[in-house]
Structures are given as C-alpha cells and as structure tokens.
T-cell receptor, first 113, second 111 residues
Framework: DAGVTQSPTHLIKTRGQQVTLRCSPK?????VSWYQQALGQGPQFIFQ???????QRGNFPDRFSGHQFPNYSSELNVNALLLGDSALYLC????????????FGSGTRLTVV | DAKTTQPTSMDCAEGRAANLPCNHS???????VYWYRQIHSQGPQYIIH???NNETNEMASLIITEDRKSSTLILPHATLRDTAVYYC????????????FGKGTMLLVSP
C-alpha cells in the first residue's frame, strides 16, 4: 500500500527563482494538505486542496500557490523565492469523509541560496 | 498558535514506559486529541487519537482526563527507534480539519 509520495526529495534554488513541488496522495485519499517546516519548528499549514479547489489556507503570501489534479495528486508552487523559504515542505493526504488522521510524505527539502 | 502545551524534552530508558504529557485546557467539546511523532528527517507519523475515552492501539495508549484539559501518551516499552519529536494536537475529527503543530516534545530513549 503506497503511502504519500513527494518529489523531488531535495533541491537547491537561487533567490528569485520559482519552484514546483509534487505530491501523490495515499491510495484512497482525496484531500491534500501542504505544510512548511523550518528547522527546529513544527510544521506550519500552508493550504489544503479538495475536489481540485483550495479549501483552506494558512498565513502564507500569494507567492505560494497550488493545484490539485483529477487523480488527486497535487503541486505546490512558490514564486520569487526568498532565503526564508528554505524549509522542509511536507505533503499530507486524508479522506475528507473520515477522521482517521493524516498520512504524511517524507517531504521535500528546499534550500534557497 | 498551537492550542496545546508540552514539555520541550524528556528522557526515557529503553524498555521502560514513556509517558508524554500534554495540556489542552481550551479544548472544545467536539475537538479530538491527536498525537503524531516525527523521526529525524521524516514526515510526521500518526500515532493515536481520542475524544474522551482512553484509547489503545498497537503503538501506544492515550489517557485523557475526565475534564479533557490534559492527556498523556504512553509508549509501554520504549525502544531506541521511539526517539522522535512527539506532537500533541487538538483538532476536529475530519479528514479536512487542519493540524496546528506546536514545537512538540523531543523524546530521547537511551540504552
């Protein structure tokens, strides 16, 4: 049973560039949430997608955007990268009709130089 | 801000029970207590959740006080692989409720 798959696992970008991170949810899940985790901190909620629409959003600027595809996979896009965007980006999937907790991927480590 | 308070760190000897406390004095009637853990360089892993009754699964037990203002996660026989950051989170029991993480408790299990 495949869990949540994220790609790439690591990447390095230059300040001002744009980046796209990808997530495939656990089989049977229909909701995808994205979190940012800075070093030494707990994950912070970015946004959540359900039925291909952004359902909820945390306190993140418009530079952060996303998309969900008909197969429930999702992308996180960050424009005009800042040094402070360096973090572990986590994708979590769930089933909207259930409450059995989220399944997280191992994350993408983004370094902005 | 996180709605829970946890100790920053705890130590436990291998083979002993690890009891991780959490305070959530502002929890509302419909909110559940969730526990996740994060082993270094991995994503958080769901452990257990409960509303007001004590819960047990293959990983851990969750004890919630009668007034629901605090809870304790119990790992009955801690192993070195249980070394991780443990997060106590209050959330609604829905697949689209968001999780608000605090800094969690760093549990170090030693030989």
């Amino acid at each position: 049973d495949a869990g949540v798959t994220q790609s790439p696992t690591h990447l390095i970008k230059t300040r001002g560039q744009q980046v796209t991170l990808r997530c495939s949810p656990k089989s049977g899940h229909d909701t995808v949430s994205w979190y940012q985790q800075a070093l030494g901190q707990g994950p912070q909620f970015i946004f959540q997608y359900y039925e291909e629409e952004e359902r909820q959003r945390g306190n993140f600027p418009d530079r952060f955007s996303g998309h969900q595809f008909p197969n429930y996979s999702s992308e996180l896009n960050v424009n005009a990268l800042l040094l402070g965007d360096s973090a572990l980006y986590l994708c979590a999937s769930s089933l909207a009709s259930a409450g059995n907790g989220y399944t997280f991927g191992s994350g993408t480590r983004l370094t902005v130089v | 801000d996180a709605k829970t308070t946890q100790p920053t760190s705890m130590d436990c000897a291998e083979g002993r029970a690890a009891n991780l406390p959490c305070n959530h004095s502002t929890i509302s009637g419909n909110e559940y207590v969730y526990w996740y853990r994060q082993i270094h360089s991995q994503g958080p892993q769901y452990i257990i959740h409960g509303l007001k009754n004590n819960e047990t699964n293959e990983m851990a037990s969750l004890i919630i006080t009668e007034d629901r203002k605090s809870s304790t996660l119990i790992l009955p026989h801690a192993t070195l692989r249980d070394t991780a950051v443990y997060y106590c989170i209050v959330s609604y029991n829905s697949g689209y409720s968001t999780l608000t993480f605090g800094k969690g408790t760093m549990l170090l299990v030693s030989p």
